[in-house]
């Protein structure tokens, strides 16, 4: 049986925090800790995935983190932002797909596919007309995912990763229903 056809993606709430914290830093490490230096790595990690801004992010109620569990272990996860809750547009028709992050061994294996089509489901499932997303500019492989799944650039943000200010490109598809 192949990896992706034993991936079960399940929300996760507050008392997840621990595991969160968990995938959401080692991810994050394994993606950008070779283009970035030590120290604005240390810094982001340090605030991005503290207790205190993870159980405040799982109490928001425009925000919604899933998990991708592979037998016990949680290989990835999702986080959905709503209406107020997004980092730039704040369109209540919309859905900001914020993380789709997948450990390294898994990639290649559906895990971040099966993540992107949860956020599809969940945003039909809040009749909303397009997901958008910030994807770094030096992520090539990220990129290459979502224009396969039919996002197109639209415009670009600063994203701050400690005292390095980077550039992200904006990605948005409209929803078919």
Do not use: C
């Not at 990763?161 to 078919?176: H, P, R, W």
């Amino acid at each position: 049986m192949s990896t992706s056809e034993t991936i079960n993606i399940k929300k996760i709430h507050a008392d997840d925090v621990l595991l969160l914290q968990s995938i959401g830093s080692q991810t994050f490490k394994e993606t950008f800790a070779d283009g970035n230096t030590q120290e604005n790595m240390r810094k982001y990690l340090e605030e991005g995935f503290s207790i205190e801004k993870l159980t405040s992010e799982l109490n928001d109620k425009n925000a919604a983190f899933y998990l991708a569990e592979n037998s016990d272990n949680v290989v990835g996860y999702l986080k959905l932002n709503f209406g107020g809750s997004q980092t730039e547009l704040k369109d209540e028709k919309a859905v900001e797909i914020e993380r789709i992050y997948v450990l390294k061994e898994f990639h290649g294996q559906n895990v971040g596919q099966k993540l992107y089509d949860k956020a599809i489901q969940v945003a039909k499932d809040h009749n909303s007309d397009y997901v958008w997303l910030g994807v770094w500019e030096e992520n090539p492989r990220a990129i290459r995912f979502y224009e396969k799944n039919g996002f197109v650039a639209f415009d670009k943000h600063i994203f701050r990763l400690g005292d390095d200010e980077q550039t992200d490109i904006m990605m948005k598809k409209k929803l078919e229903y």
